[in-house]
């Protein structure tokens, strides 16, 4: 599942990050309202987390274009704003939740997972790439009927490597996604994280999925 974090205070950005990727999810950050307005409209996504107080363009205006585009994706206002008044305006500009600052991860995490779970948007719940199966809800993934045994971080590896099958991600990308985002991408931690995660995916098999191109990134392909 695919979220985007509209959040311009970089230190809660990259905690919710940090938190949702090792819970499984593919995350995206975008720091002020108008290139998370601009994202939402060029990308699908399964869940937008708003700030309100943006710069650029507020939450309360990106929410308005969203739904006057016809963009029904969930969003979940996480704002300090917290009188009756601006909940009442989030959720009648079409919020479909509305948490105030300061918050507990676990209670953002379920409240995710529960808006995630009654989205008529959300995608299915089965990501396939050849014979490749993830089930991002329950952290399973089979190969041809073989059940892969993945540690959590190896299970973010592969979920950011199969939301773009087909598509080149470089390193920067894997470790903004999969760490986090001031991750140290001077060290060998993908490389080796990498090949932990092919010895798993592609060495019991004849078919290699996982690709290497040189100097720019990896690959996940089924043929």
Partial sequence: ??????????????????????NGF?????????????????????LIILDVALP???????????????IHTPVLFLTARDSVSDRV?????????YLIKPFHFSELLARVRSLL??????????????????????HRVTRSGTALNLTPKEFSLLLFLASSAGDIVSRTEIVEQVWDINFDTGTNVVDVMMRRLR?????????????????????????
């Fill in 117 to 138: 779970r009654r989205s008529p948007e959300r995608r299915e719940e089965t990501i396939t790439v050849g014979d490749l199966e993830i089930d991002p809800r329950r």
């Fill in 26 to 46: 593919v995350v995206d950050v975008a720091e002020d309202g108008e290139q998370g307005l601009e994202y939402a409209l060029a990308r699908k996504v399964d």
């Fill in 89 to 97: 305006k989030g959720f009648d500009l079409g919020a479909d939740d």
């Fill in 56 to 70: 650029k363009r507020d939450g309360w205006s990106v929410m308005t274009e969203l739904r006057r585009a016809e």
């Fill in 199 to 223: 010895a798993k995916v592609d060495d019991p098999f004849e078919k290699k999925m996982i690709q290497t191109i040189r100097g720019v990134g990896y690959v996940l392909k089924a043929d």
């Fill in 1 to 22: 599942m695919h979220i985007l974090i509209v959040e311009d205070e970089q230190k809660i950005a990259a905690f919710i990050r940090r938190g949702l990727t090792e």
